[in-house]
């Protein structure tokens, strides 16, 4: 039954795989980042490869060695200093790793689509010569063969680093904590760069090596390297042989189920599966693996992308604020109805994208779960509304257009509910790949697939026997999106909201203090689901017709960093995340749009809450510096000084101390000498708080000299005041207070 | 109960001395050549301050937690650093350290300023905090914890940690992370001998730890101090620490509240 031919045909892809997986298994173990670039720049160094080789002329070997020992590991280096150095620094979050290893794959894959297009490109030339060694059925190609020897060689020698070395140690004391890695003497940065640099630089050979076999495309390259992730989930991120030997046997199983074929319904799936088995692995494993659930520590927990710290206290002056940015933000989606026809059309895109955001808003904003499938949600609901239209929906009857529309969207929920039930028990980077790959296996098995997709139109819509011209549609349009936001604000307000930001910032507190995390999480999913299957559908009615490419499982990845840039917490930042990817795709050429965002993901480091977050601090900031123009400077300098004659007192009041019985006791009738105290404040124009008077009242009751450090922190100008008198002593050369 | 307390008597008998000196404005520097001739082998620097901090600010995001801070820290010294939960002890101890950049204010180290060093040549020069948590590498064998560190600072031998504490002996091959808190801290300080420290920060020493471990470790504390490194000890048991300081900081939401002759806080 097994091939020897197939099982040899298998080991070229399996074997890229597997070298995939140890270049993401090292950045990984020497820096904690899953690197979801990793694909972006396996893209980016593939393009510039074939770049030299086609259009330059320049020799194979010299182009190779250009990309394989300069850029890819440059590449490396420089992400490290400039992207993920500065967010280690910080202890930022996983999950903001995470966005940000999102940025770099968007801005890797916006150059590659603005330099040279989004089509594929099949010229790109191998490194190693097409030549097969060995004889009949036992040959193999010097590619495979090169490919297995490089695994073999890094295996080696990283197993030799890793355990004989001292640098393996250090990489492990590093990855263990950073910080205190540098505190013990551990260059720390010098491992991070080195494990950067080694693990772009398989990236750059996975990319080369993938590139002459599945064409060059931006989206499509960096989606088979992402599917790679297979093999390290397998791994647990840690084994590096289990990776190598799962690369290997995903490989050669996919091309032994060649030899078989599937006759009836599921014909069509089983073809997909023979060249989507990476995929299908990837969701089984994250599916039913128990021991993934704790996988990449918190990262799923989202927490830190969100700026708001709780849901509105409801306050009269906030509320009129939001009022007036709600009414300046529908004056703005109105806008459109005044436009041409032709403009109103490509202004469609807006409120339909602004839904799928708002899902992603849910989802993240608000309970915290990295959400990296939406696309699937999306195309889910506008492939069901379309079939609903045409009346094809197996036991459902033909409906009217927006009828269609909003069943179709709650028809999602069931899936959503489905596939989130065992998603939300993965937390962290589990998570963020459990949700990838459903909406990859969707997009494999449903969305690509010709009998179900091709040829699936959106019929004209009729209210009440009217044709819905563009204007209305544009209206219907913004009814949706009206019912997305309410979803929204139903869920942000009230018991329920400070239950889902209670889940968000802190799940296992949640959890103690009574609150049912996982049926919120699930609601919060399922809603999720049905929003972006309304924005979904809406999307493929705005366009005319189904369009798997516009719900390809990278669209999630770019939308889901497009929601972290404007703000995950913001229902106003989604919208307004729509309305600038429509325009800047109008406006520029193709990819432009992938590429701003991906710049503007890489200035999380720096905004950390997103745009949106930087416009609030902004508006702030403004309104503080307008305060400060304008009301009287009153009273600033009492602040610091108040606190500083209570708290001199705590360290007596310890009552670990052990004098401390003596320093609390209440003293038989001693009261400490207030009104001194009271003086020395008065001639400083300060006030005692009630409390700070009490903890003097008490303190100096029964240890008078406890009352002694008051002084210290009071040296009045008048030095006669008995209290300073009496403990002028305490004063350091320094100066007892600035 | 603590063997500096042996010293304590001695330093307040002596306390008005040089509490009053650097009161009156005076030096520290006669308060560190008194020190000096207590202990064996210290190296101060020239005018006796190891360490300056002056105008402090320091703090995370928008949070200012250090509103200006000075410092002293005499050389070959044991100065406890006290306060409540969010004086800004830590915090000190971590702008010290390099972890937490000052916004505002200089640093010196023995008479060089440093403000703008890294943690990690902080620490390879001998300037060493040991963190109240996450003191160790919790995924690493204890063997590998020390050896890491001895290996840095260029001396792969990890016998001098194993006869300070002769109980990591049996316990080489285990997982840090799964030994009690105690054995975490003991080995913290293990590793902090290695680096073979000039001045050793040791935050929240007791913190979670029963009295008896505690006084296990503040009693190896008083070795290394009186081997002559200048030690600084953030800590809430403060009858242990201020038995074995010479100098006592009180801290109070960022700003220093206190600073004097332990004899004069504990005796007030």
Redesign the interface.
């Known amino acids: 039954m097994v091939s020897v031919e197939l099982a040899i045909a298998g080991l070229a892809i399996g074997a890229v795989a597997a070298l995939s997986g140890i270049g993401l298994l090292v950045t990984y173990r020497t820096n904690g980042v899953l690197n979801l670039a990793h694909g972006g720049i396996a893209t980016l160094v593939a393009y510039v490869y074939r770049e030299m080789t086609v259009e330059w002329g320049f020799p194979v070997w010299l182009s190779a060695v250009i990309a394989m020992a300069f850029l890819a590991p440059g590449l490396g280096l420089l992400l490290e200093r400039l992207v993920f150095r500065p967010l280690a620094r910080r202890r930022a979050s996983a999950a903001e790793t995470l966005v940000a290893s999102l940025g770099v794959l968007v801005l890797s894959l916006g150059m590659c689509a603005g330099i040279w297009g989004l089509g594929t490109r099949n010229d790109t030339p191998s490194i190693f010569p097409d030549e097969r060694v060995g004889s009949g059925s036992w040959s193999i190609e010097v590619d495979t063969l090169s490919t297995l020897a490089l695994i073999l060689v890094a295996c080696v020698f990283l197993g030799v680093v890793q355990n004989r070395t001292r640098f393996g140690r250090q990489v492990r004391a590093v990855v263990d904590d950073r910080e205190l890695a540098e505190m013990s003497s551990i260059p720390a940065d010098r491992v991070a760069a080195v494990g950067w640099a080694f693990g772009t630089t398989l990236a750059g050979f996975t990319g080369v090596l993938l590139a002459p076999r599945f064409g060059l495309s931006p989206y499509g390259l960096s989606l088979v390297v992402l599917t790679t992730f297979a093999v390290i989930v397998a791994a647990r991120l840690s084994s590096l042989p289990v990776a190598v030997l799962t690369g290997l046997a995903i490989g050669i199983a996919q091309s032994e189920l060649t030899q078989f074929s599937v006759t009836g319904v599921f014909a069509d799936t089983y073809r997909t599966l023979t060249s989507s088995l990476f995929v299908v692995v990837l969701l089984v494993l994250l599916l039913l693996s128990p021991k993934l659930r704790e996988l990449g520590g918190d990262a799923g927990s989202a927490g830190r992308l969100s700026s708001r710290e709780a849901p509105e206290r409801g306050t009269l002056g906030e509320r009129h604020k939001n009022l007036i940015i709600i009414f300046a933000g529908i004056v703005m989606l109105m806008a459109p109805l005044f436009f041409g026809a032709a403009d109103l059309r490509k202004a469609f895109l807006v409120p339909a994208l602004a839904l799928i955001f708002l899902s992603l808003v849910i989802v993240t904003g608000y309970s915290g779960q990295v959400s990296l499938g939406v696309a699937g949600y999306a195309g889910l609901g506008a492939l069901f509304s379309l079939k609903l239209e045409a009346g094809e929906f197996p036991g459902l009857p033909e409906m009217p257009g927006l009828l269609a529309i909003l069943i179709g969207a709650l028809l999602v929920a069931p899936i959503g509910l489905i596939t989130g039930y065992p998603a939300i028990r993965r937390r962290g980077l589990a998570l963020a790949l459990t949700t990838f790959a459903v909406g990859a296996t969707v997009t494999v098995f449903v969305f690509n697939q010709p009998d179900l997709s091709v040829g699936v139109y959106a019929e004209p819509l009729y209210l009440g026997g009217w044709m819905l011209n563009d204007k209305a549609f544009y209206i219907v349009e913004m009814v949706g999106l009206g019912l997305g936001l309410l979803a929204v604000y139903n869920l942000h307000r009230g018991r329920l909201g400070r239950a889902l930001v209670a889940v968000r910032d802190h799940t296992e507190g949640a959890a103690a203090v009574g609150v049912d995390v996982r049926n919120l999480k699930l609601l919060a999913f399922t809603v999720s689901s049905v929003v972006a299957g309304l924005g979904g559908a809406l999307l493929s009615h705005s366009t005319g017709s189904f369009s798997s490419t516009q719900f390809e499982p990278m669209q999630s990845l770019l939308w889901f960093t497009a929601v972290v840039v404007f703000g995950a917490d913001s229902a106003v930042g989604a919208i307004i995340a729509a309305a600038f990817i429509v325009s800047i795709n109008v406006f520029f050429p193709e990819g432009s749009s992938t590429l701003a965002v991906g710049i503007l993901a890489l200035s999380l480091g720096w905004l950390p809450g997103g745009l949106a977050s930087a416009v609030r601090g902004l508006v702030r900031f403004v309104a503080l510096r307008l305060a400060d123009e304008f009301v009287e400077p009153e009273g600033t300098a009492p602040r610091p000084r108040i606190p500083s004659q209570a708290g001199v007192l705590t360290p007596a009041a310890q009552p670990t101390t052990g004098r401390s019985p003596a320093a609390v006791a209440p003293g038989g009738g001693v009261t400490v000498d207030l009104t001194a105290v009271d003086r020395v404040a008065a001639a400083r124009g300060l006030t005692l708080t009630p409390f700070g008077r009490s903890l003097l009242g008490r303190l100096g009751g029964g240890a008078p000299a406890a009352a002694l450090p008051v002084a210290a922190s009071l040296p009045g100008p008048n030095g006669a005041s008995p209290v300073t008198a009496g403990t002028g002593t305490l004063n350091h050369p320094e100066g007892g207070r600035p | 109960m603590f063997p500096s307390k042996d010293r304590a008597p001695s330093n307040a008998g002596a306390g008005?001395g040089p509490?009053?000196e650097?009161?009156?404005?005076?030096?520290?520097s006669a308060l560190a050549a008194a020190a000096a001739a207590t202990r064996r082998g210290g190296t101060p620097a020239s005018d006796g301050i190891e360490l300056r901090l002056?105008?402090g600010r320091a703090g995370y995001g928008n949070v200012e937690v250090l509103?200006?801070l000075?410092l002293?820290i005499p050389s070959g010294k044991v100065v406890a650093m006290?306060?409540?939960n969010g004086?800004g002890k830590s915090t000190t101890l971590r702008v010290l350290?390099g972890?937490v950049p000052l916004r505002q204010g200089t640093l010196t180290w023995r008479g060089e300023v440093i403000t703008k060093m890294?943690?990690?040549d902080r620490?390879?020069r001998g300037l060493?905090?040991v963190?109240d948590e996450?003191?160790?590498?919790?995924?690493?064998s204890v063997r590998?914890?020390l050896?890491?560190?001895a290996?840095?600072?260029g001396y792969?031998d990890i016998t001098p940690a194993l006869d300070a504490f002769p109980k990591l002996r049996d316990r080489l091959p285990q997982r840090a992370g799964s030994m009690s808190g105690g054995e975490r801290r003991m080995l913290a300080l293990a590793?902090a001998l290695l680096?073979r420290p000039s001045v050793l920060m040791v935050d929240e020493l007791s913190l979670g730890l029963s009295p008896k471990v505690a006084a296990e470790l503040f009693e190896w504390l008083a070795t290394i101090a009186a081997g002559g490194t200048t030690v600084i000890l953030a800590d809430?048991?403060?009858?242990a620490a201020l038995g074995m300081a010479d100098l006592v900081y009180?801290l109070?939401?960022g700003?220093?509240?206190?600073?004097?002759d332990p004899a004069?806080?504990?005796h007030?």
């Open positions: 008005a509490s009053a650097i009161a009156a404005g005076s030096s520290a002056t105008g509103h200006g000075d002293v006290l306060g409540v004086a350290a972890l890294s943690a990690l620490s390879r060493l905090l963190p996450r003191a160790v590498f919790a995924s690493l590998d914890n050896m890491v560190v290996e840095a600072a792969p590793r680096a809430q048991y403060t009858e009180v109070h939401r700003e220093r509240s206190f600073v004097g004069e806080l504990a007030a």
